[in-house]
């Protein structure tokens, strides 16, 4: 007999006519949970159904009410399960299974423990119906920001919020940034659970109670749809090109054709001088090339600086270079972006290296440890030291906030560049060992950034998709996938805060401690019971 099927009834202050003071029967539970992954897949690109966040997320709900704590957790790993497992699917391309299935698993830990605090505040969702929903929002939260910073700084991927970059909840980031929006989302899910566990059959009048819950959930996405985005201009427009030059092969040996692949940017760049030489194509501000554009550091080799100052006098721009660069120490890289001037080259002062480099995929944690569970790791031979300082780089025409692949995902580290001046954000990554939904699913947290912090944007990538992001989410200018291309367009400069960007990480302090809160209610409630219970 397992601990699902040894789960027991208990008394519960439910509010009369709520049914039987029953968990869902294991045989819808154990579905409810599986199809609260699916649902939740399915709210992310490249599928894109938001709606079906707040569906998972109340599956979720109903299927641990009620339940024991390892129970709770059981579902809960279920559902984490079913989500990771594919939407990190993307992780086992080029690296094999075990990468894939470890971070996977991982993931799901967090949903498990999702999965037992909602079980531990059973009781007071039950004695405050109303709450309920709240109770939901505030524990989803306070999960993510467990699962955004540990262990090794996290990974946030598969924010409920990054699910919401056509909806409507979308603008709340404007306010409060991914955290308010992963909070609206649960919200909603809480809202649906709520109205759904009632004794249809034996209670008359449900339909009352249903239609607020339904006018509050409604509410819900006007007030999101109704937030003001961006910030006041900062006197100015830039023409900004996006330079995608593709590479020779996907995949983790792509770096092995690293020539190659600084050929296909200026080259693509010098045909872009030559059509705005012919008059058919502006001249622009600044150029972009994505993470990885240059693998051979261009500072020490001077065959590859000498083709980028080629590609930078061409145009007539300077040119914000992803770059492979050696050192500081022995055996030690940095993932920089790096500002190539016309007629100068490199500008030293304008440098960029990535703050939050990914475990196991750009250096190697406790690598003797690590060697154990499989050599794979040696894979990674130098490993890449951190940045510093937050990626604000004067280019003259625009002051750009430059982050790094993944790091899109951090809030803090997006964040620090619009306070350090940025008037324009700029995502430089590499998706030539990854996939098209990968590409997409982090195009979805540019657009919520942009809105965030009120700032145009714009994602580079080696192979795709690179696109322009306005500061209301709009794309613009998106390229495919696994293809070159050159996209050019005037963006409008931002200055101000808004006020998620003047708030910073408070609104996430603020929610997780009334997560924290309500598992202390739970505590003191389920003590109470217990003295009152008899033997």
Not at 231 to 256: C, E, H, K, M, S
Not at 426 to 435: C, E, G, I, K
Request: hydrophobic residues 50%; charged residues 15%.
């Amino acid at each position: 007999m397992t601990t699902l099927d040894r789960e027991q009834p208990r008394a519960t202050d439910g509010a009369p006519g709520d049914g039987a003071a029953r968990p869902l029967p294991l045989t819808l539970a154990v579905p409810a949970a599986v199809l609260a992954g699916v649902a939740l897949l399915l709210a992310f690109p490249p599928y894109g159904w938001w709606p079906l966040a707040p569906v998972g997320v109340a599956l979720l709900a109903a299927a641990v009410h009620r339940r024991r704590l390892r129970a709770g957790a059981g579902l809960g790993f279920l559902t984490g399960v079913a989500l990771f497992a594919s939407l990190l699917e993307w992780t086992n391309l080029h690296t094999g299974y075990l990468p894939w299935a470890l971070l996977s698993l991982l993931q799901a830990a967090y949903l498990a423990l999702l999965g037992a605090v909602t079980a531990w505040v059973s009781p007071l969702a039950d004695r405050h119906r109303a709450a309920w929903p709240l109770l939901t929002g505030v524990l989803w939260v306070g999960q993510e920001a467990l699962r955004d910073r540990t262990p090794f700084g996290g990974f946030p991927w598969g924010r409920l919020a990054f699910s919401q970059d056509t909806s409507p909840l979308l603008k709340l980031a404007a306010l409060g940034g991914a955290p308010l929006v992963t909070f609206a989302v649960a919200v909603a899910g809480g809202l649906l659970v709520t109205a759904a566990w009632r004794d249809w059959r034996h209670t008359p009048g449900q339909w009352r109670p249903v239609a607020g819950l339904t006018a509050a959930l409604v509410a819900l996405l006007a007030a999101g749809a109704a937030v003001p985005t961006g910030v006041r201009g900062a006197g100015g427009t830039v023409t900004v090109a996006i330079v995608q030059g593709n590479v020779p092969r996907l995949g983790l040996d792509f770096n092995a054709q690293r020539q190659a692949v600084l050929n296909n940017h200026v080259d693509a760049t010098l045909d872009l001088a030559r059509r705005v030489a012919e008059g058919g194509q502006d001249r622009p501000d600044v150029v972009v090339w994505p993470e990885n554009s240059s693998d051979i550091d261009p500072l020490r080799n001077p065959g590859a600086g000498e083709r980028i100052s080629q590609a930078a006098d061409a145009i007539g721009a300077p040119i914000l270079v992803g770059a492979v660069l050696v050192g500081p120490g022995r055996g030690e890289v940095r993932n920089a972006g790096l500002l190539w001037r016309p007629g100068t080259g490199p500008d030293l002062d304008q440098v960029y290296t990535k703050r939050h480099p990914v475990p196991f995929a750009e250096y190697v944690p406790l690598r003797s440890i690590a060697r154990k569970v499989s050599s794979q790791v040696d894979r990674v031979r130098s490993d890449f030291v951190p940045g510093d300082r937050p990626g604000v780089l004067d280019t003259g025409p625009a002051v750009l906030g430059d982050v790094i692949c993944f790091e899109v995902a951090y809030d803090g580290v997006v964040r620090d560049t619009v306070t350090g001046g940025a008037q324009l954000l700029v995502v430089q990554t590499n998706n030539a060992t990854f996939d098209v939904a990968e590409a997409r699913q982090q195009l979805a947290m540019v657009r919520l950034r942009a809105v965030e912090h009120g700032r145009a944007a714009l994602m580079a990538s080696t192979v795709g998709v690179s696109g322009f992001v306005s500061p209301d989410g709009r794309v613009d200018g998106a390229t495919g996938f696994n293809t070159a291309a050159v996209v050019v367009r005037q963006m409008e400069l931002g200055d101000g805060r808004t006020p998620a960007t003047t708030a910073g990480v408070w609104p996430e302090v603020a929610l997780t401690a009334l997560a924290v809160a309500a598992l202390t209610g739970a505590a003191v409630l389920r003590r109470r019971r217990r003295e009152a219970t008899p033997g």
